[in-house]
């Protein structure tokens, strides 16, 4: 079992920066691949970025690459998103989410989820 918690969520203004954070915990947390997800008001959780249990692997969704950097410290059991130059479409509650590979981060299909962090861009 593996529990997820995120945090460094909250307002920012359009063209800030924000740093999520996400410490997993449990016996195999640091084996685990690691995403993020978001799902804005009205709108369908949507995939952000993936990284693999080694880190080397990283995946972005196009509407986040060049912006958003994911990575990961396993000696901490804290996978970060590095969030840049934010605009009013990224506003949304961004979730943790953890799975046994990356290619299940990428078909909406993670073992784990966190509870979520709120981001809101103000434009």
């Known amino acids: 079992q593996v529990q997820l918690v995120e945090s460094g969520g909250g307002l920012v203004q359009a063209g800030g920066s924000l740093r999520l954070s996400c410490v997993s915990s449990g016996p195999t947390a640091s084996s685990y691949a690691m995403g993020w997800f978001r799902q804005a008001p009205g709108k369908e959780r949507e995939f952000v970025a993936a990284?693999?249990?080694?880190?080397?692997?990283?995946y972005y969704s196009e509407s986040v690459k060049g912006r958003f950097t994911i990575s990961r410290n396993n000696a901490k059991n804290t996978t970060y998103l590095q969030m840049n130059n934010l605009n009013a479409e990224d506003t949304a509650v961004y979730y943790c989410?953890?799975?046994?590979?990356?290619?299940?981060?990428?078909?909406?299909?993670?073992?784990?989820w966190g509870q979520g962090t709120q981001v809101i861009v103000s434009s």
């Open positions: 990284l693999t249990w080694s880190g080397p692997g990283s």
């Open positions: 989410a953890a799975a046994h590979f990356a290619s299940e981060l990428l078909s909406y299909e993670p073992d784990y």
